[in-house]
């Protein structure tokens, strides 16, 4: 049975991703991940300028938004530099932002399954205390690079995906 599709965000689905990203804040700080997202990110404003650049995705099912997430097309400035090394330096898609409601299993590999489907080269991180994102990641085929290092000087764990390494 199908989870749900994936869709491109839209203005009216700002008020329910608000909540989801509330709400995954608070699953993070409750479940060992006090510190990823602490500090109101991502909030409405980056949200917007996700939708507007039209990298801001929903997974829906029944017309209820399951879970969301940004493919960002082109270079991330946070992973031009890693304590390890990438699989290639071949063009790549970022996953960013992932979240769900919580209400549905398999929404984390829904998105993942989703990105490959655009770009055969991906790259993601996260927290070294998100071990539910980790988990994820590695069950959907990306590995383990090293780790990178976000403008604010934090540190993540860094995976990548690519056709070429299956």
Same mark, same amino acid.
């Given at each position: *049975?199908?989870?749900?599709?994936?869709?491109?965000?839209?203005?009216?689905?700002?008020?329910?991703? &608000?909540?989801?990203? #509330?709400?995954?804040?608070?699953?993070?700080?409750? $479940? %060992? !991940? @006090?510190?990823?997202?602490?500090?109101?990110?991502?909030?409405?404003?980056? /949200? *917007?300028? !996700?939708? +507007? +650049?039209?990298?801001?995705?929903?997974?829906?099912? !029944?017309?209820?938004?399951? %879970?969301?997430?940004? /493919? $960002?097309? %082109?270079?991330?400035? #946070?992973?031009?530099?890693?304590? %390890?090394?990438?699989?290639?330096?071949? @063009?790549?898609?970022?996953? $960013?932002?992932?979240?769900?409601?919580?209400?549905?299993?398999?929404?984390?590999?829904?998105? /993942?399954?989703?990105?490959?489907?655009?770009?055969?080269?991906?790259?993601?991180?996260? $927290?070294?205390?998100?071990? @539910?994102?980790?988990?994820?990641?590695?069950? !959907?085929?990306?590995?383990?690079?090293?780790?990178?290092?976000?403008?604010?000087?934090? @540190?993540?764990?860094?995976?990548?995906?690519?056709? &070429?390494?299956?």
């Amino acid at each position: *049975m199908a989870i749900g599709k994936v869709r491109l965000a839209r203005y009216d689905d700002l008020d329910t991703l &608000e909540v989801i990203y #509330t709400r995954a804040r608070q699953f993070m700080h409750t $479940h %060992g !991940n @006090p510190f990823q997202w602490n500090d109101g990110h991502p909030n409405r404003n980056d /949200l *917007m300028q !996700n939708l +507007e +650049e039209k990298e801001l995705y929903v997974v829906e099912s !029944n017309m209820e938004i399951l %879970g969301s997430f940004v /493919l $960002h097309f %082109g270079t991330d400035p #946070t992973y031009e530099k890693i304590d %390890g090394a990438w699989l290639n330096e071949e @063009p790549y898609a970022a996953i $960013h932002k992932v979240a769900s409601t919580q209400t549905q299993r398999g929404v984390g590999s829904l998105i /993942l399954s989703y990105c490959k489907t655009r770009c055969q080269n991906l790259k993601i991180d996260t $927290h070294a205390d998100n071990l @539910p994102m980790q988990r994820c990641i590695q069950k !959907n085929g990306f590995l383990y690079t090293g780790t990178i290092f976000l403008q604010n000087g934090d @540190p993540r764990h860094a995976y990548q995906f690519s056709d &070429e390494n299956k």
